[in-house]
């Protein structure tokens, strides 16, 4: 199967601060990325989706400027939580979509960032 | 109304037993439909796409209703190892993906 990673896996910060999470596909090119959020005991709630050399789309909600998606090459994807504060701290994840167009179905996901804002 | 909605669980199952559990949905236009397992702290992985006619994957069989719009998991002889929480997992029209909650198991010796 193909293979995403994301970087950091776990980051602590101070509440202020801003905070990259990068997310690649290994062995495939990705048109197409999403980026979710899980909060504990809660299903995965689609914060965007970033489409490679176009503005990412946002989902109601979701704060444009707070939360910053580049996807500047098919096979990265960066998410800046910019100012973070503690009710920022959760779990994300993104995913990577092998098909282009509006066909997502197979979708292969990162193993995740923990992201904690003292 | 959640579009997608889970019993939380935790079902709690002898090993070597079997186990099943449901997933609703709202949307009736929904297109594909998933399951997806995720252990703590972890991201979640393809468990297996489920087709209209029904189909399974070694002790996992996976059932579609469109008209009561549901989706079922069936797990038989339960491993320790099949303990985790499972993700339902419905696309819209968009082929966007909606996650359900998901659903405890804790496989018991």
């Known amino acids: 199967g193909a293979v995403v990673s994301q970087h950091p896996s776990r980051v602590i910060c101070k509440s202020g601060t801003s905070v990259k999470i990068e997310c690649r596909s290994l062995?495939?090119?990705?048109?197409?990325m999403f980026w979710y959020r899980q909060f504990p005991k809660k299903s995965l709630m689609l914060m965007a989706t970033s489409n490679e050399g176009s503005k990412a789309t946002y989902e109601q909600g979701v704060e444009k400027d707070k939360f910053l998606i580049n996807h500047a090459s098919l096979t990265l994807s960066t998410l800046t939580v910019t100012s973070a504060h503690p009710e920022d701290s959760s779990f994300y994840i993104c995913s990577a979509a092998r098909t282009s167009g509006s066909n997502y179905n197979e979708q292969f996901f990162g193993p995740g960032t923990r992201l904690t804002v003292l | 109304r959640k579009e997608v909605e889970q019993d939380p669980g935790p079902f709690n199952v002898p090993e070597g037993a079997t186990v099943a559990f449901n997933c609703t949905y709202s949307n009736s236009a929904s297109q594909s439909f998933f399951w997806y397992r995720q252990d703590c702290r972890k991201e979640p992985k393809l468990l297996m796409s489920v087709y209209s006619s029904g189909n399974e994957d070694g002790r996992f069989t996976a059932q579609l209703n469109r008209a009561s719009q549901y989706i079922s998991l069936l797990i038989r002889d339960s491993k320790l190892s099949d303990s985790a929480t499972y993700l339902c997992?419905?696309?819209?029209?968009?082929?966007?993906?909606?996650f359900g909650a998901g659903t405890q198991v804790v496989v018991t010796p």
């Open positions: 062995d495939f090119q990705a048109t197409t």
């Open positions: 997992v419905v696309t819209d029209s968009w082929g966007k993906f909606q």
